[in-house]
């Protein structure tokens, strides 16, 4: 019975909304709304004419020119001439343009109005795109958004764009992976959102939501190389604007797709200035791996305290060997005999210099009623490790045009072909490069390893009994992995201005790409299994992958001021969304031609093929109301309706409230020193479109590919294909947020912009274990709960602001503290994770491993018989995985033409476990692993059960790999304060003359660094940075790379 | 030229509220086109077998083998387990697992499906007999165990069957392999997909008198009447006679023997017979020693462990003694 009432409400919405629209459409047919503006025309009028140009002079195209209190507007040409017929009694005309303060002058009787805009140097008065691509001028927003230059990204470069603003977006944690320059970063706005998933905010370019998927290089166990992400397709180039919608209510509208923010990016469609404008930006980088270590050198390769002596041994990884003296040899491979003397230098020797080159060359034309942008780039990178690199070609054309002065269509068209050359292996066991050499033995000559790679018969050297520590040369001369991705995105959009106050848009864009990929597992490695007789062992992959998402959506808007004091914004519009991703892998394993590294050529195969498919309809509205244009209410609403979801659960209302009170506006009589001051008050529920998977309320079967053989005959196998019991009554995630905020500048100097958030995560699907003696490991269940709250401040001062000097500093910073609330239906469910766990009442992300058993008085426990330390019998809380301040200072200095910029940015209150550090002991590079060595034995210090002093004699070896295995040393502090960017400028024009050489618009030369230097850090033989994954988990990534370089730029 | 633009727009937004305004469709799409959602149970219960074989994951390389003294690792750390009596929980639970999500999973899916189905109570059968071998496993590895309502999770909602006593496990072993054994022939279709014995119903029936014979046994000290009376059962329903009897999974190339691919890849060089066994294997001039038993001859190291210096002659061969620590042997 309560089904049946809840599908008759759903029913009457449906009606509702079909009955609606219907009506909607009808409106759109009536004849009179576009004749309206017609009407005007019969009073008695004037004209008015005048041009518009900015302070330096330069005609402003397409500036709206107003006759205040009516709806009679134009705008400028491609001079900055405007022409206007006023009415007699007009008094006072408006002129508003993007990126300048609108202004309102007298008309006095004048028949020639001549204006100069004042460009809008604070973000105050500012427009920015909001959700939907929607323009608003930021002190009506009642949350808080920041605006981004886009030279931050174009100057100071990194392939991947968004690495660039590590550091400078107040609220934004950015995250540069470890995995090499064609890698992806991770973006957290306002905290981790939910226990699972990525928790990345929604990308969307010129309205249009683009894939920030992340793409891994490897599929088969062995392989794990970082392919980059959505956004590495970009080219920074034609970023025109870039807006960071932070809260659930700036993002409101974007409804199931918003619980993590918005980074809302508009791509250039017409040139700046009259006529063709040509722009021509190169960029070279030099990259340099920095070696973070601090091993220990005295003692060398070798286990047992014994150093190699005779051939072929096996302890190529540990450095448990003899004490190293002047004059001694060891014996390496075949019988080399070499002096036994520390190599210091073998991160540095074996990741080389890498460098990228990136060329883009930019065409733009701007007229009176269009314009085009057409770019073309071209990324070259050379990584650090040895034959890795990552290519991007990019073309993109961008362009508007009025077809009518009230119909306009508009649209872009972006082309990205990136090539991965062998991505680097992380943190696997084989084939990587990062793993071997961080461990290898303090005395192992690099020139050597590259040596002995195989033996006369090809099958691998074993130089080390862990014989997935691939000899590195080997590794990247016979392992090769390549990902090709071709991309293409874009959008159209035609708008209709059916009166001068409501407009109606359609807009349709797709996200396509199509990514090829192919890997393989070397023949004749020691570590897996020999081929059946006649073949060699080894494997290839190739897989191929497509996806598309399709977003078709309308938009209609009415702007009307209802009287002098009170005006009102309607929005409402539709969205369909369509997403697909399709993959087709077959993986071959032995080969008959050794060395063949092709499908074809292998004894078995395993094909896989494998898609998803989902749909999200949506219909969405939002009312502003203002005030005197000083206090503003904006409400909105959408609901979006899940092809994933049954029935029941399917639609889904994403409400949001927000408003601005702009007191310096509203309240007369304050002192001179304000400029401007609001506050802004915020709430919105938003959620999550992805935490449901297609096909999930069902259970079938699957095939194994290959046949198994039976007693006559081979035969098929299936089996039940998910360990997961399925729940029908599954919804999305929630987010119920709330921010407060206030903006002020004071002394035309300071700029201060400060919000408090609580973002409640409610619903959060848990896999809620069930006994595996069950036959299944979980059910899905909507019950997790979590918050995150904290505050950002964003101050931008100016202590100098001269003519010729000026100094600004941007100071951003944001705190952020979490608490899980609710993990299960039980109040026993207190605890989910392994090493990394959320726990009741702790912040997201705890750090749990096993730690040293103590006595009451904390001293350490032994083992009585072997002298070993004891462990804690379960796991122990040592950190906390998730920071809690991040931000950055920015020092910019000026002066004539130079420009000096300095980025300091830090990351604090969080911890990470670190495998690494755990390697360096238990291969006895770890300076701890020095005690005892001397005596040749180890006692454990602390006390054995009994509570007498521990004094057993381990020996060392023996003692460091137990010691190692118990993890609570290996939590560090993860927080670091680093001197990022350095970025030093001049810009030629202020060289007089030089202008008329090759008709120069523009000519900028600036010096880059990135990854300047670590001015703080925690860990030891390692940067906190060096990680492949922000979860709190270490293990040994790339080193970082501290790159320097040069960006020249050029306009015609 | 005005009004065909308002027209083409107005066609377009439309067009984009018929896409919006329904959620029509969407059962089709949220049905995936390549899914299987009905199997025969054959391929089931088959994937049940294949998973059974004992040596399949390397719980048994860790634990196992050490523990029955056969084979062990002199080296600690992720190989830590039997050889040390040390827990090593990455390993210990294995076999669990691979029972109960992997063989009892799939054989209680058929048993569940073909109760009322005359046709195929052969392949009914068979998968009690395959639940039931699995038990063996679980109870004679674990004690207490989950059993009578455990690969229930889906088919009848029971996220947390109890814990029977081994007491209870092993009379649910019995009664069933009585069953089920006794239930084979007759009429229904002969299975002849099985991998075990291609549906051969005698065969079966002598496994699974067999494994009653095996089960049985293991009550011989706690309940020796009960004991009694199913070997007495057992031996009447008959056992197997042959080596043609074995049931055996079909390790292969693509399927590999876990155990296999270990000690002979990664693990290779750090695996060694025990000291127990060989000496045991060479006291009694035990013929299997040859065949299983390789020493390279001077090897410190897996390295040096080449074919040039390898011998299989019985008395060279040495053990590794039990609970030896680590690579003292080794010379770096």
């Known amino acids: 019975m309560k089904n049946d009432l809840r599908y008759q409400f759903y029913g009457l919405k449906k009606a509702f909304y079909c009955v609606f629209l219907l009506q909607l459409v009808l409106v759109g047919w009536l004849p009179a709304a576009n004749d309206l503006g017609e009407i005007f025309t019969d009073l008695e009028e004037k004209n008015i004419s005048g041009t518009v140009t900015s302070r330096n002079g330069d005609a402003l195209i397409g500036v709206n020119v107003l006759v205040k209190g009516t709806s009679i507007g134009t705008a400028t040409d491609f001079d900055g001439s405007y022409s206007i017929a006023a009415p007699d009694n007009a008094s006072t005309l408006v002129f508003s343009y993007t990126g300048f303060h609108t202004i309102e002058i007298e008309i006095e009787g004048r028949t020639t109005v001549d204006v100069t805009l004042e460009e809008n140097v604070t973000q105050l008065g500012e427009v920015v795109i909001t959700a939907l691509g929607i323009e608003k001028s930021t002190k009506s927003l009642g949350f808080s958004t920041v605006k981004i230059d886009p030279e931050e990204v174009t100057v100071n470069r990194s392939a991947n764009f968004m690495q660039s603003l590590q550091g400078k977006v107040s609220g934004v944690n950015i995250s540069s992976m470890a995995t090499g320059a064609g890698g992806s970063s991770r973006i957290r706005i306002r905290g981790q959102s939910a226990f699972a998933g990525d928790n990345q905010p929604l990308i969307v370019v010129d309205g249009i939501p683009i894939s920030n998927d992340r793409q891994y290089g490897g599929t088969q166990g062995a392989n794990n190389s970082d392919a980059g992400d959505g956004l590495l397709s970009i080219n920074p180039d034609i970023i025109e604007s870039m807006t960071v919608l932070k809260g659930g209510a700036a993002a409101a509208l974007y409804g199931s797709r918003a619980k993590d923010g918005v980074i809302m990016i508009t791509t250039k469609n017409k040139g700046k200035k009259k006529g063709i404008g040509i722009t021509f930006n190169s960029n070279l980088t030099f990259d340099r791996a920095v070696d973070d270590t601090d091993f220990q050198y005295e003692y060398g390769q070798g286990e047992r305290g014994k150093r190699p002596t005779s051939p072929f041994p096996d302890s190529g990884v540990w450095s448990f060997g003899e004490k190293i003296e002047p004059g001694m040899t060891q014996t390496l491979f075949d019988g080399e005999v070499v002096p036994y003397v520390p190599q210091k230098n073998q991160i540095k020797d074996f990741y080389d210099g890498g460098h990228t080159f990136t060329n883009t060359l930019s065409i733009a034309g701007g007229g009176e009623s269009g314009g085009f942008n057409l770019s073309l780039s071209q990324l070259k990178n050379d990584g650090i490790t040895p034959k890795s690199g990552f290519d991007r070609y990019n073309l993109s054309l961008g362009f ?8 306009s269509v508009s649209g872009n068209i972006n082309y990205s072909r990136e090539i991965h050359k062998n991505p680097p292996q992380i943190v696997a066991q084989d084939m990587t490069t990062t793993k071997t050499i961080y461990t290898l033995s303090n005395t192992m000559p690099l020139y050597l390893l590259e040596k002995y790679q195989r033996d006369a018969e090809g099958r691998e050297i074993i130089y080390s ?30 708008r209709y201005n059916l009166t001068d106050w409501l407009y109606i848009q359609g807009r349709v864009g797709q996200d396509f790409y199509s990514q090829d990929q192919i890997l393989n597992f070397p023949s004749l490695m020691a570590g897996i299994a020999p081929a059946p007789a006649g073949f060699v062992n080894g494997a290839v992959t190739q897989d191929g992958r497509t996806f598309r998402e399709i977003n078709s959506d309308f938009l209609i808007g009415a702007d009307r001021k209802i009287n002098d004091n009170f005006g009102v914004n309607v929005t409402f519009g539709g969205n369909a969304m369509y997403r697909r991703s399709d993959r087709n892998s077959i993986r071959g394993q032995d080969f008959i031609v050794p060395g063949l590294y092709t499908v074809a050529n292998t004894r078995v195969r395993d094909p896989l093929y494998e898609y998803s498919e989902r749909k999200v309809n949506s219909l969405y509205g939002a009312v502003e109301l203002s005030y005197n244009d000083y206090l503003f209410v904006n409400v909105t609403a959408r609901n979006d309706w899940f092809s994933t979801l049954s029935p029941e659960e399917r639609s889904v209302l994403y409400p949001s409230v927000s408003g601005s009170f702009v007191f310096s506006q509203a309240i007369a009589g304050l002192p001179n020193w304000l400029n401007f001051g609001k506050i802004r008050a915020a709430y919105a529920e938003v959620g999550s479109d992805t935490d449901v998977n297609p096909f999930s309320q069902t259970l079938g079967f699957n095939i194994n590919s290959n046949l198994f053989q039976g007693p006559t005959s081979v035969q098929p196998l299936g089996t039940v294909s998910s360990s997961v019991v399925p729940n029908p009554n599954l919804r999305p995630m929630r987010v119920k947020e709330y921010e407060v905020g206030f903006n002020v500048q004071l002394f035309g100097l300071l700029t201060l912009d400060f919000a408090y958030y609580n973002k409640l995560s409610i619903d959060q699907i848990l896999q809620a274990a069930i006994s595996n003696t069950s036959g299944y490991t979980s059910q899905l269940i909507n019950v997790g709960e979590s918050e995150n709250r904290g505050v950002e401040m964003l101050l931008n001062f100016a202590p100098i602001r001269g003519k010729t000097f000026s100094w600004d500093v941007t100071l951003n910073g944001s705190y952020n503290t979490s608490e899980v609330l609710k993990l299960g239906l039980d109040d026993k469910d207190v605890s989910i994770g392994g090493t990394i766990r959320q726990v009741v009442g702790q912040p997201l992300g705890q750090i749990y491993e096993s730690g040293y ?37 920015t020092n910019m200095f000026q002066y004539k033409g130079f420009t000096a910029s300095f980025l300091v940015d830090f990351k604090l209150g969080h911890d990470l476990i670190s495998s690494a550090e755990f390697d360096y002991v238990r291969h006895g590079k770890h300076q701890k692993s020095l005690i005892g060595r001397d005596q040749g034995f180890v006692i454990g210090e602390g006390v054995t059960p009994d509570g007498t002093p521990n004094q057993v004699h381990v020996d060392v070896q023996t003692f460091y790999e137990a010691d190692a295995r118990i993890r609570e040393d290996f939590v560090y502090n993860a927080g670091f304060w680093k001197l990022r960017q350095i970025t030093l400028g001049y810009d030629f024009m202020r060289i007089p003359g030089i202008a008329n050489l090759l008709s120069l ?8 660094a990135n990854n300047v230097y670590t001015i703080k850090r925690w860990t030891e033989n390692m940067d906190p940075e060096q990680v492949h994954q922000i979860d709190g988990t270490q293990d040994i990534a790339l080193p970082m790379v501290r790159s320097f370089g040069f960006n020249l730029r050029a306009q015609f | ?8 727009l107005l066609v377009i937004f439309c067009l984009g509220m018929i896409h919006t305004s329904c959620d029509k469709g969407f059962d089709e799409l949220n049905t995936s086109e390549i899914a299987i959602n009905d199997l025969d149970p054959v391929p089931v219960l088959n994937h049940a077998i294949y998973r059974s074989s004992p040596h399949f994951d390397r719980h048994t390389l860790v634990f196992e083998s050490a523990i029955a003294q056969q084979m062990i690792s002199p080296f600690g750390v992720s190989l830590g387990g039997g050889n040390y009596n040390q827990e090593n929980l990455v390993y210990s639970n294995l076999t669990w ?4 999500e992997s063989v009892i999973r799939n054989a209680v899916v058929v048993i569940s499906n073909y109760s009322d189905d005359p046709d195929r109570a052969n392949i009914y059968n068979m ?8 038990g063996v496993v679980l109870t ?14 889906f088919i009848e909602k029971n996220g947390t069957p109890v814990y029977d006593t081994q007491e209870a496990v092993y009379s649910n072993i019995l009664s069933e392999l009585e069953q089920a054994t006794a239930a084979l022939g007759g009429t229904a279709r002969k299975e002849t997909g099985d991998i075990l014995y291609a549906g051969d119903v005698t065969k079966w029936k002598r496994f699974g008198y067999s494994l009653m014979l095996r089960a049985a046994m293991r009550l011989s000290k706690v309940n020796p009447s009960k004991s009694q009376e199913y070997v007495t059962k057992a031996v009447a329903g008959g056992l197997m006679q042959s080596n043609d009897d074995v049931a055996i999974v079909r390790h292969s190339a693509n399927f590999p023997n876990i155990v296999g691919s270990q000690l002979n890849g990664s693990e290779a060089a750090n695996y060694f017979m025990t000291k127990p066994l060989v000496d045991y294997f060479q006291a009694n001039a035990d013929p299997r020693l040859d065949v299983m038993a390789v020493r390279y001859k001077g090897a410190i190291n897996g390295g040096t462990q080449t074919e040039a210096v390898a011998t299989r002659a019985p008395a060279d061969q040495i053990g590794m003694p039990m609970g030896f620590d680590n690579t003292h042997c080794s010379q770096g």
């Open chain 1, 1001 to 1008: 618009q523009g000519l900028t030369l600036s010096a880059v």
């Open chain 2, 97 to 100: 697992q691979n029972n109960y």
């Open chain 1, 853 to 889: 058993l103590r006595d009451d008085q904390g001293r350490k426990i032994f083992n009585a018989n072997n002298g070993l330390p004891l462990n804690t019998s379960v796991p122990i809380a040592l950190g906390s995985a998730v920071p809690k301040w991040v931000g950055g200072i």
């Open chain 2, 140 to 153: 004679d590895t674990y004690g207490d165990i989950p059993f009578i309502n455990a690969g229930l999770g």
């Open chain 1, 465 to 494: 009994r862990f014989r997935n520590r691939t000899n590195p040369y080997l590794a990247i001369n016979d392992h090769f992995n390549d990902v090709d991705r071709d991309r293409v995105y874009g959008n159209l959009t035609m």
């Open chain 2, 1 to 8: 030229m005005k009004k065909i633009n308002i027209q083409t």
């Open chain 2, 127 to 134: 998968a009690r007999i395959v639940r039931a071998f699995s």
């Open chain 1, 400 to 407: 508007t045009q009025d077809i009518t002065p009230k119909f």
